[in-house]
T-cell receptor, first 111, second 116 residues
């Protein structure tokens, strides 16, 4: 079945540091890939998405590129802010299947 | 604001008690979902409803029942709560399978449930 593996956390960075959160997936066919963000005490919000190979999703300075050859969808941001502190979830949806999530990576950004 | 509304936000139950978590969406979405979130486990699907009038089991359905009351509302019922059901519960909706693939899901803000 479909599955998502993302890097274990927690991740702690200083403000303005570069962020990478790794995500790899296993799926048949051509799934859509997503990053969701969960701020403390809130529900999940869609951060960005890519629906086909080589697509780059971007939002709020975050980017991720759908790499079919490496089955990856790594999240990156060039300069993180304290307000980016949250839990980040990689997810995929293939065909008529339901959304499948990774276990989440907690990011803390210190001033 | 348009979105997914969950009630209550917090609840404490005693073992064996029953309760219903309510979820409503005003985006005219066809599909609705219930997830639970536990530390280190990510989000796991409990039940989903692909369209009004249909419901199906997800990954962890034991101990739960659901009702798709109409297109807007999808409730989750715990008939006899157990401490293992202590969790944060999220409801979500999407336009359907294709809508979910293209636009993702919209989530509610969650219900934090403690069973003692």
């Amino acid at each position: 079945g479909n599955s998502v593996t993302q890097m274990e956390g927690p991740v702690t960075l200083s403000e303005e540091a570069f962020l990478t959160i790794n995500c790899t997936y296993t799926a048949t066919g051509y799934p859509s890939l997503f990053w969701y963000v969960q701020y403390p005490g809130e529900g999940l919000q869609l951060l960005l998405k890519a629906t086909k190979a080589d697509d780059k999703g971007s939002n709020k300075g975050f980017e991720a590129t759908y790499r079919k050859e490496t089955t990856s969808f790594h999240l990156e941001k060039g300069s993180v802010q304290v307000s980016d502190s949250a839990v980040y979830f990689c997810a995929l949806q293939g065909g008529s299947e339901k959304l499948v999530f990774g276990k989440g990576t907690k990011l803390t950004v210190n001033p | 604001n348009a979105g997914v509304t969950q009630t209550p936000k917090f609840q404490v139950l005693k073992t064996g008690q029953s309760m219903t978590l309510q979820c409503a969406q005003d985006m005219n979405h066809n599909s609705m979902y219930w997830y639970r979130q536990d530390p280190g486990m990510g989000l796991r699907l409990i039940y989903y409803s692909a369209s009004e009038g249909t419901t199906d089991k997800g990954e962890v359905p034991n101990g739960y029942n659901v009702s798709r009351l109409n297109k807007r509302e999808f409730s989750l019922r715990l008939e006899s709560a157990a401490p293992s059901q202590t969790s944060v519960y999220f409801c979500a909706s999407s336009e359907g399978a294709n809508g979910g693939r293209n636009y993702g899901y919209t989530f509610g803000s969650g219900t934090r449930l403690t069973v003692v």
